[in-house]
């Protein structure tokens, strides 16, 4: 989607402000002992009653609300009878439309007490996408977006997860453009447009490289196993920069 008047800025933010803070609720409300479908529900409630509809299970039929990954699973993890217990690393994965907008977001969080190493990648993983954001703006190279991240996983010793990549979205949960890689790539000549509506969600990783689908057809896996983290956040280019429409409030 492209931007071309404030009405549709403004709904744009509407949902976006419902999906993030939907996720907000489900952070605050994660316990052990609860169960992945638990959270899943907290999330369910939360956006029926803002008037949202879950975009994964009315675009794609998605057993859920919301993804919710634990561990191992990495993205589009099924709500279910998985318990979460102390220690765990949780992603969060919200996505949502209300009056023919749509807007997503996700996080990864670490139920308590977080091992060093989980929470320097966390919070690594956060600066990723944050130094992707910044490479958004009007007329600027797609590509740099990928080539900032690359740069800065790299320096760090990270690994990024290069078949899971950033794209469009606005009037559909997946539109043009339908892959932004956040990895360094090769002949990419695109440039983005004013206005133009997308996500910047680097999968950064302490070794993996690829997702791998599991047997049920939907969570996925890294390939090499390794932790991996994802954070989110749908934007709009300007000529100032991106403008984050998926922050609480």
Known sequence: MTITKQEELDG????????????????????????????????????????????????????????????????????????????????????????????DTGATFCVPPVAPSLGKLCR???RAMQIGIAQVGRDRPVAGIGKAIGRFASHRGYTLIRNLASHGVGRALHEYPEEIATWPTRGDRRRIGNGLVMTVEPFLSKGGLWANEGRDGWTLYSEPTAPVVQYEHTVVATDRGAIIVTMPG
């Open 124 to 126: 690594d993983g956060r």
């Open 12 to 103: 744009l933010r509407e949902i976006g402000r419902i999906v993030a803070n939907t996720m907000r609720v489900m952070a605050q409300k994660m316990e052990p002992d609860m169960t992945t479908a638990d959270l899943d529900a907290i999330g369910r409630e939360f956006m029926e009653r803002e008037g949202a509809v879950s975009a994964p299970q009315s675009t794609y039929g998605f057993p859920g609300a919301t993804c919710i990954s634990v561990n191992e699973e990495i993205a589009h993890g099924i709500p279910g009878k998985r318990v979460i217990a102390k220690g765990d690393m949780v992603n969060i994965d919200v996505s949502a439309s209300k009056n023919g907008y749509f807007a």
